[in-house]
């Protein structure tokens, strides 16, 4: 075992030890434009490597094909991986820009038994809700998860982008071991109900898009111009047109300070993150996403870099100047119902 391994980190009270970074696997097969298989593949083999321990998946990624392209890796290391996919979301076969979201009780059931089958486990070690149905009580749709629990099908809970309240009422029902949502130096609106609820409750947060879903680390400027055609992006009002333009110059002193680190720009921002939650008095596992072992062996070294506090205060004002929404409909996010 390298000394380069990650620490380890609880997810909730009594969820699983998992590396303090995970892997946001997503991109592997959506949404970010073309993959190279085999250096995703790659990815995985070294993430594990290096002590990261949790993959995040849904089955809503490519309609399936995400978690069936993760299937063979965790089979080859099924004792050592941690596998949380997600229920509830799915994409309109007629309208790929429109979503359905769904927690009927018997869809629920439905999604775990494909997932199953599509990662070829016995057992989903996390399996989250990944976006709520209004229209189900929160309560029902974890007492649906809890009896996958107890039917041995599922190991631990997580829900995605809920508020602090439903997260209150869920823990009621089941003991919730991590709440997903995006968390990064452009997108805090969580830390206003979601991040005080999960630290009274013992939740462990697991944030999602750390990096801003790249544009953080500098890589795109604008995503009409940078990115292919289809790109999820795209449709992200704040990497496009003139919020932009205005959100690339709110990266400066991210950029300053990152040199004088020596340092990249995600892994201050990765830095960020965890070291904000620890403000918060939280337990953070956060997943940034990648599909080439470089930045994976980058991102992971950001769980080493401390920021002094001067430095926590510099990048404070960023996430209150960023223009444009993190979703162009932001009704099926927890602000949405704030
Ligand atoms: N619960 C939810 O609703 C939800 C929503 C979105 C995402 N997620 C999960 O969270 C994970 C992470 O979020 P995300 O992928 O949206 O965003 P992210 O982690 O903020 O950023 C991912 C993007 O950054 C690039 N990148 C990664 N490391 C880099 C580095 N060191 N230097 C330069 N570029 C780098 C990646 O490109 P390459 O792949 O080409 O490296 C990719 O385009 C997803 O994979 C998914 O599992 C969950």
Not at 21 to 28: A, K, P, S
Not at 204 to 227: C, I, M, N, Q, W
Not at 325 to 336: C, E, K, L, N, Q
Request: hydrophobic share 40%; charged share 25%; net charge negative.
């Amino acid at each position: 075992m390298s000394d380069s391994r990650i620490e380890k980190v609880r997810l909730g009270t009594d969820g699983p030890e998992v590396g303090a970074q995970g892997l946001g696997c997503m991109g592997m097969s959506f949404a970010y434009g073309p993959t190279d298989a085999d250096e995703a593949r790659a990815t995985l083999e070294r993430a594990l490597e290096l002590g990261i321990t949790l993959y995040d998946t849904a089955d809503a990624y490519a309609a399936g094909e995400n978690e069936k392209f993760l299937a063979p890796f965790f089979a080859a290391h099924r004792d050592e991986v941690v596998v949380a996919t997600k229920f509830a979301l799915a994409m309109d076969p007629h309208d790929p820009a429109k979503r359905i979201i769904n927690n009927e009780p018997a869809y629920i059931r439905q999604c775990a038994e494909d997932s199953l089958r599509r990662l070829e486990v016995d057992e989903i070690d996390l399996y989250y809700m990944h976006r709520r149905d209004v229209n189900v009580p929160i309560e029902e749709t974890v007492g649906v998860m809890a009896e996958l629990v107890r039917e041995g099908k599922v190991k631990h809970l997580g829900l995605s982008e809920v508020t602090g309240n439903e997260l209150r009422a869920a823990q009621a029902v089941h003991p919730i071991a991590a709440v997903q949502s995006e968390w990064s130096l452009f997108s805090r609106d969580i830390e206003a109900g979601v991040v005080p609820a999960a630290r009274e409750l013992g939740v462990a947060l697991v944030p999602y898009s750390p990096l801003g879903r790249g544009f953080l680390t500098g890589s795109f400027t604008s995503a009409e111009k940078d990115l292919t055609e289809g790109d999820f992006r795209r449709g992200q009002p704040r990497f496009n047109g003139d919020n932009a333009a205005a959100n690339a110059s709110l990266l400066d002193p991210v950029r300053k300070l990152a040199e004088g680190r020596n340092a990249t720009l995600g892994q201050v921002a990765l830095a960020w993150v965890q070291q904000r939650a620890q403000v918060h008095g939280l337990p953070v596992v956060p997943i940034p996403g990648t599909r080439r072992p470089a930045r994976v062996e980058e991102n992971a070294a950001a769980t080493r870099l401390l920021l002094t506090e001067s430095e926590m205060e510099l990048l404070e004002p960023i996430a209150g100047q960023v223009a444009g929404g993190r979703y162009a409909d932001m009704s099926f996010t927890s602000a949405g119902r704030e």
